[in-house]
């Protein structure tokens, strides 16, 4: 299966931006917008009559100054349009948001919360999940999920656990390598090409640690494509020829990326696919960094927002989130200009005008346009054990 | 009194219980439901263990060395002009966070001293023994120390060590007879209020401390990182280990600050 | 060695150690792009305050934090003065129960109370309220502020009030002109860290701020990820705790 490629947009770049404010003037007036023709559109329009006058508080990661932009400049006044104050609550950790609806929890509150929406993935969801913290039953019933390709499991799972229309995806992740062009004109294509660059520049290599996010990311990736035993037997075989001999790791992505930045390793990854445009637009990356793929393609997530039971304004949220689920805006985000971070509608279900909204975004150097094929996540189940098994086997 | 001791008790001992609480009941409930699972599973991990010896080495090392640097610092400062006085507290009001950054922007490898000199000769950052986080550590707490201990050597210290040195004592006696007994108390409060710092914060070891072993703190912090809610039970028993300790250090260092004030 | 070289060199030796680390943040704050194996940066540049400004809503965190610092500071002062003339300018109170409520905020790990602050402050009421987050504050600066003045009430303190109630003044005049003057430094160093404690409280403004907008809140994700803005930010944090800091070192030199 493949992501929806950007084709070059020349010309077309300067008519598809009067589309682009066409299309949101045009989506955004009144209540409604892309209704489907079943009955869920009552019950959406009676929703969105009872957020008109709510503040959503959407918490999110806040250190990213170009994922703020787009949600300051393009969703916030969007919202607005609607008659929904958004706010955007920033916080450091997904797992900070989770924490303050688990005390709401234990303190009894039940529908004063003052979380309304989260930018949630992976464990954080799967935790709240389990302890019954999220709003249920909703997704479906937006009017722009019917452009969303629920079959498709790298959205109807995530990170191997259902998401049981618990929350609405919202962006793409994909596992990207990058290197420094100048220094690295040929990255490895494969974990076994890794090795062999590894056994003739020692010292150039590493990743960060698990439970690190991306280091455990990593390690799946070698064991989907290994097998459990052979993956670690890989990383044995890794280390010492990693950097500081294996003995030291980084602890973050962001750690891995300062070591990359100053020269230190040749190679850096990251789940979110527009990293290496955000990295140089912010000055971290010399301009000659590229992203590539290891083993013909990448491991793809999606990162979605859910709703916690207890909210306050469960109805703007809703709004919200079919909002974030709109054509338009989706195709400003996936514009390399905004972010460059690939969408979560599938394209057969887009109609021609929408789909025009996507063809005009020009190429970058900095993203890859092919995701190549989609590997498939682990069972959420086997996460932990892999994280205790490394930290045996390969850190002590 | 009365004031003071009734907003800690409201708002921060109900708080603690709170943290106590949720050690139990990661999910509130009713006391039925408690179960001692968080505290098990931090009990009979190793890496516990090892987190809590390298943290009691860490704390001991950073605050005896803040101690003697804080002490040097405040005689060093002491009579001086607002300038000299401010530059040398400058590390008091910068966050934790910003010194071990600035470390690592300094001290890390391809740093700002790796441009300079070529390269370290020394690991500094990351390196096991945790000289590191000790290097941050003294270079926010002496500070810190020489301006609790630089309130007590006003004027009147003054005049009592030039009476000394009438009298005829050396360097050494002033020291011990005069200085010490003036700065005697707030040093060694000082000195508490450092260890039980570095025993619960996280925030440096996670920036500047090796992988392995975490500190008490930093385990706490990590156990929230994989399952938050169940990551919760454990690190509040974890950080309630650390707040015990830390208390039972300070209760041994006023004991024997009592008994050599003969109280 | 002679006394002026000798004040020259330990100004130098100080300089050395405490402007220049910190002052890189600064330099950092303006470099756009700033990479190995280059001393200085590549590039010179706004961005980072651009950012903080803009998308990072430093303005409105300035201001909360502010406020929230200055309403703290006097609150520690107002409810520290009493209890650490009740203390009768003793260090280690007799009682040990006292010594230890009061010792608690700063013997436990501040991120201890994090866990049970949302859910406490919830059924109190006072959740998400600027109330709620001053009291916060306050709980964790009181010890800090209680211990400091405690050390100032001295003797000489309580002789010199002897003295100016000997000669007849009232209780509000000793207070202004004999007790206030002498506990000056106190006062200062108080006030200071005070302040400081909570200008720079993350876990307690995250737990009960419900999503308030303090200056440590919006910083700390940055930090990591966008270097530059993060020492923008640092920057802006920094520059009012070092203004707090002057004034607290004016009023050291103490009369006494």
Redesign the interface.
């Known amino acids: 299966m493949r992501i929806l490629t950007k084709r070059a947009g020349g010309l077309a770049a300067v008519s598809a931006t009067v589309a682009l404010v066409a299309a949101l003037a045009l989506g955004a007036c009144g209540s409604g917008g892309d209704e489907p023709e079943d009955g869920s559109s009552a019950s959406f329009a009676e929703l969105q009559s009872a957020a008109e006058g709510q503040t959503v508080?959407w918490?999110m990661?806040?250190?990213?100054?170009r994922i703020?932009?787009y949600v300051?400049d393009e969703v916030i006044p969007a919202a607005e349009r609607l008659g929904i104050e958004l706010?955007r609550?920033?916080?450091?950790d997904t797992a900070?948001a989770v924490?303050?609806v688990v005390?709401?929890r234990?303190?009894?509150?039940t529908d004063e919360g003052?979380?309304d929406l989260i930018w949630i993935n992976g464990e954080n969801f799967a935790a709240g999940k389990d302890a019954r913290l999220w709003l249920e039953d909703w997704v479906d019933e937006l009017p722009n999920a019917d452009l969303v390709d629920f079959e498709d499991p790298t959205i109807a799972t995530d990170l191997g656990v259902p998401t049981d229309f618990q929350e609405a995806p919202w962006s793409r992740a994909a596992f990207v390598f990058a290197a420094d062009s100048a220094v690295t004109p040929d990255p490895p294509s494969s974990f076994g090409e890794l090795l062999d660059y590894a056994r003739n520049n020692p010292g150039r290599i590493t990743y960060p640690a698990p439970p690190d996010f991306t280091g455990t990311s990593f390690v799946k990736q070698v064991v989907l494509a290994k097998g459990e035993d052979a993956a670690f037997a890989y990383l044995e075989q890794l280390k010492p020829l990693m950097w500081e001999e294996g003995e030291k790791f980084p602890k973050?992505e962001?750690?891995l990326n300062?070591l990359f930045?100053?020269?230190?390793v040749d190679f850096t990854m990251s789940f979110d696919p527009s990293f290496v445009r955000t990295a140089v637009v912010?000055?971290?990356f010399?301009r000659s960094t590229r992203p590539f793929l290891l083993e013909g393609g990448a491991l793809v997530n999606t990162s979605y927002v859910t709703i916690p039971g207890d909210a306050a304004n469960p109805e703007g949220a809703q709004v919200v989130a079919n909002l974030l689920l709109e054509p338009a805006l989706q195709a400003t985000k996936a514009d390399p200009r905004t972010l460059g971070i690939p969408t979560v509608l599938d394209p057969a279900r887009l109609s021609p005008s929408q789909r025009r909204l996507f063809e005009r975004a020009p190429e970058s150097p900095h993203l890859l346009d092919d995701l190549g094929d989609v590997k498939q996540e682990l069972p959420a189940a086997r996460v932990a054990p892999l994280e205790e098994r490394w930290q045996r086997e390969i850190l002590r | 009194?009365v004031?003071?001791?009734g907003?800690?008790?409201?708002?921060?001992?109900?708080?603690?219980?709170?943290?106590?609480?949720?050690s139990f009941l990661p999910l509130?409930g009713n006391i039925g439901d408690a179960s001692p699972a968080a505290w098990q599973a931090l009990f009979s991990d190793p890496a516990f263990v090892d987190a809590l010896v390298f943290t009691l080495r860490i704390t001991a090392v950073s605050t005896v060395l803040a101690a003697v640097g804080g002490v040097l610092l405040a005689l060093?400062l002491r009579g001086?002009g607002?300038g000299?006085?401010?530059?040398?507290?400058?590390?008091?009001?910068?966050?934790h966070?910003?010194?071990a950054?600035?470390?690592v922007?300094?001290l890390a490898p391809?740093?700002?001293a790796?441009?300079?000199l070529g390269a370290l000769p020394l690991d500094l950052i990351r390196d096991s023994g945790g000289i590191g986080v000790i290097a941050v550590y003294v270079y926010k707490e002496a500070?810190f120390i020489a301006?609790?201990v630089?309130?007590?050597m006003?004027?009147?210290l003054r005049g009592r060590e030039e009476a000394a040195m009438v009298f005829g004592a050396g360097g050494l006696q002033r020291a011990a007879w005069v200085l010490w007994p003036a700065i005697r108390?707030?040093l060694v409060?000082g000195s508490?209020?450092v260890a039980?710092?570095a025993?619960?914060?996280?925030e440096v070891p996670l920036t500047v401390g090796p992988n392995y072993p975490p500190t008490l703190?930093t385990y706490?912090?990590e156990s929230t990182q994989g399952d938050v809610i169940a990551g919760?039970g454990r690190?509040?028993a974890a950080?309630?280990v650390?707040?015990v300790l830390?208390?039972a250090l300070?209760a041994v260092a006023?004991r024997l600050?009592?008994s050599v004030?003969g109280? | 060695m002679a006394e002026p070289l000798r004040?020259r060199l330990?100004?130098a030796v100080?300089?050395g150690l405490?402007?220049v680390?910190?002052a890189?943040?600064a330099l950092?704050a303006v470099?756009?792009?700033?990479?190995?194996?280059?001393?200085l940066p590549q590039?010179l540049?706004w961005?980072g305050f651009e950012?903080a400004f803009?998308?990072?809503?430093a303005a409105s965190a300035i201001v909360n934090s502010l406020a929230v610092a200055l309403l703290t500071t006097a609150i520690c002062l107002l409810?520290?003065w009493?209890?650490a003339r009740?203390?009768g300018g003793r260090?280690?109170p007799r009682n040990g129960l006292?010594?230890?409520?009061?010792?608690?905020?700063?013997?436990?790990?501040?991120?201890?109370?994090?866990?049970?602050?949302?859910?406490?402050?919830?059924?109190?009421g006072i959740?998400?309220t600027l109330a709620g987050l001053v009291?916060?504050h306050?709980?964790?600066a009181?010890?800090y502020a209680?211990?400091?003045l405690l050390?100032?009430f001295n003797r000489?303190v309580d002789e010199l009030e002897e003295m100016a109630s000997t000669t007849g003044a009232g209780p509000l005049r000793r207070l202004l002109w004999v007790t206030l003057p002498s506990m000056r430094?106190?006062l200062g160093?108080a006030a200071l860290l005070s302040f400081?404690v909570s200008?720079?409280q993350y876990g307690s403004s995250?737990?009960v701020g419900?999503?308030r907008?303090t200056l440590?809140?919006?910083m700390?994700?940055?930090?990591?990820?966008?270097?530059?803005?993060?020492a923008a930010f640092?920057v802006l944090?920094?520059v009012p705790?070092?203004i707090?800091?002057?004034f607290a070192?004016?009023s050291?030199r103490?009369p006494?």
């Open positions: 508080r918490w990661f806040g250190g990213d100054a703020n932009a300051d706010e609550v920033p916080v450091t900070e924490q303050r005390a709401q234990r303190a009894g509150q003052k979380v973050s962001a750690e300062d930045a100053n020269g230190q912010n000055g971290q010399p | 009194m004031p003071a001791l907003l800690l008790a409201v708002f921060y001992a109900g708080a603690l219980v709170g943290a106590l609480r949720v509130g060093a001086r607002t000299i006085r401010v530059i040398g507290a400058l590390p008091v009001p910068v966050p966070l910003i010194v950054t600035s470390a922007l300094w391809g740093g700002l790796d441009r300079l500070p301006l609790l630089l309130a007590t006003g004027q009147s108390t707030p409060l508490v209020i039980a710092f025993i619960g914060a996280f703190a706490a912090f919760e690190a509040a950080l309630l650390s707040g830390a208390t300070a006023v600050a009592r004030e109280g | 004040q330990t100004q100080l300089v405490f402007v680390p910190l890189v943040i950092q470099a756009d792009s700033w990479r190995a194996p280059s001393l590039q540049g961005r950012v803009g998308t990072g809503g409810v520290g009493p209890a009740a203390l260090l280690l006292i010594a230890l409520l009061i010792a608690l905020p700063l013997l436990m790990p501040t991120y201890l109370a994090g866990f049970g602050l949302t859910e406490w402050f919830i059924r109190l959740d998400g009291l916060a306050v709980v964790l009181l010890p209680i211990l400091i050390s100032g000489t430094p106190a160093a400081l200008w720079s995250l737990a419900a999503g907008s440590p809140i919006v700390l994700p940055f930090v990591r990820s966008d270097p530059q803005v993060g640092a944090f920094v705790a070092l707090a800091l002057t070192a004016r050291q103490s006494l």
